[in-house]
């Protein structure tokens, strides 16, 4: 089992900035992937972010390419989600995840495995 926790949310206004993290605990060794996923009031969850624990490769939404980055820090067993330029729209629950399968990143939810609690990012106009 993998454990993970994410923190570093809160209200914020448009144009503003928010590191979230996401520590991981457990049995990390077996991880691949890890990604960041968000879910609106009344809408499904979507995926934001992924990256393989390798650094190597990396996928985005495309609504937030060239705002957010992910990244991950390997002796910490922590993955992070830098927001720039946050928008009313970026307003959500955004969740870690991880992923114990060698394959190739495509952000779908159902090929995460493990996720953690949330932590809630407003952004207001």
């Known amino acids: 089992q993998v454990q993970l926790v994410e923190s570093g949310g809160g209200v914020v206004q448009t144009g503003d900035s928010l590191r979230l993290s996401c520590a991981a605990s457990?049995?990390?060794?077996?991880?691949?992937?890890m990604g960041w996923f968000r879910q609106a009031p009344g809408k499904e969850r979507e995926f934001v972010a992924e990256?393989?624990?390798?650094?190597?490769?990396?996928n985005y939404l495309d609504s937030v390419k060239g705002r957010f980055t992910i990244s991950r820090d390997l002796p910490k067993n922590m993955v992070y989600l830098q927001m720039n330029s946050l928008e009313p729209e970026d307003t959500a629950i955004y969740y870690c995840a991880a992923d114990g399968e060698l394959r190739r990143l495509r952000g779908r939810l159902d090929e995460y495995e493990y996720w953690g609690q949330g932590t809630q990012v407003t952004v207001s106009s």
């Open positions: 990256i393989t624990l390798s650094g190597e490769y990396t």
């Open positions: 457990g049995r990390t060794l077996g991880v691949y992937a």
